[in-house]
């Protein structure tokens, strides 16, 4: 029962590479004609990159544990 914080680690890992990567993704799609297409792709973009930062932050932590 003292590796209970390993689990948990893991599925933030988890979450933070699928939101990182599906931001990515979306900032390559195209947006409605109604929007900022400019500024919705640099959102999605800087999402997904700061989402792949805290995914190396998180399997850094996983390896030292």
Same mark, same amino acid.
């Given at each position: 029962?003292?590796?209970?914080? =390993? %689990?948990?680690? /893991?599925? +933030? @890992?988890?979450?933070? +590479? *699928?939101?990182?990567?599906?931001?990515?993704?979306?900032? +390559?799609? %195209?947006? %409605? =004609?109604?929007?900022?297409?400019?500024?919705?792709?640099? =959102?999605?973009? /800087? +999402?997904? #990159?700061?989402?792949?930062?805290? /995914?190396? *932050? /998180? *399997?850094? #932590?996983? #390896? @030292? *544990?």
């Amino acid at each position: 029962m003292s590796n209970w914080h =390993e %689990p948990i680690l /893991f599925g +933030f @890992t988890l979450i933070t +590479f *699928v939101l990182g990567i599906s931001s990515i993704i979306m900032s +390559f799609l %195209p947006a %409605p =004609e109604g929007t900022n297409v400019m500024q919705s792709k640099i =959102e999605y973009g /800087f +999402f997904g #990159a700061s989402g792949l930062a805290l /995914f190396a *932050v /998180f *399997v850094y #932590a996983l #390896a @030292t *544990v």
